[in-house]
């Protein structure tokens, strides 16, 4: 199964615009948090068919909202603050922040962990597999998401 993953749009909507395109090919979209306004998650449920599954970042203001706009399309589910995720027979977790992913990469229950928070995107072993998709914002000047196909266990960052 093809995974994409995305965190930190902080409303950039002409760069989820184009991350979204990228997306297109996955089956699921994974998101570790900071939509910020309730018109981003709205466009990601309008421009991603697929299982949406997110989380709570720490700059997501109108909860309320974000939770009709998750509601109306369908296809969103959101977790608050912590997601865990059954993919084909794979256990993955999803979170906002590297300070809870580490930990629960270690402990052994997760084939795979998403996070963000940091806008800094990285793959990495450590007792799972810890992805960072970086920022679709493109606040630092890279604008990315991840692709993880959960067949082969492969993960890239791919610029937006």
């Given amino acids: 199964m093809l995974v994409a993953a995305m965190s930190d749009i902080h409303d950039n909507i002409w760069k ?11 089956e699921v979209l994974i998101f570790c948090g900071d939509f ?4 981003t998650l709205k466009q990601m449920s309008d421009g991603f068919r697929g299982q949406i ?21 369908g296809h969103v ?8 995720v059954d993919l084909g027979g ?7 922040y ?9 402990s052994g229950k997760y084939a ?3 996070y963000g928070h940091d806008h ?11 992805i960072n998709p970086g920022e679709v914002m493109g606040r630092f000047g890279r604008s990315t998401l991840a692709m993880y196909n959960t067949d082969t266990g492969k993960a890239e960052i791919l610029d937006v």
């Fill in 16 to 26: 989820l615009e184009e991350a979204l395109k990228k997306a297109g090919s996955a």
């Fill in 36 to 39: 910020c306004a309730p018109f």
């Fill in 53 to 73: 599954h997110a989380v709570w970042g720490n700059n997501d203001g109108d909860k309320w909202l974000l939770t009709k706009n998750a509601g109306n399309g």
């Fill in 77 to 84: 589910v959101l977790h608050g603050d912590f997601g865990e």
């Fill in 90 to 96: 794979m256990m993955i977790a999803i979170t906002h």
């Fill in 98 to 106: 590297p300070q809870i992913a580490g930990p629960v990469a270690k």
């Fill in 112 to 114: 795979t962990v998403f």
């Fill in 120 to 130: 800094t995107p990285n793959i990495r072993e450590d007792g799972a597999l810890l």
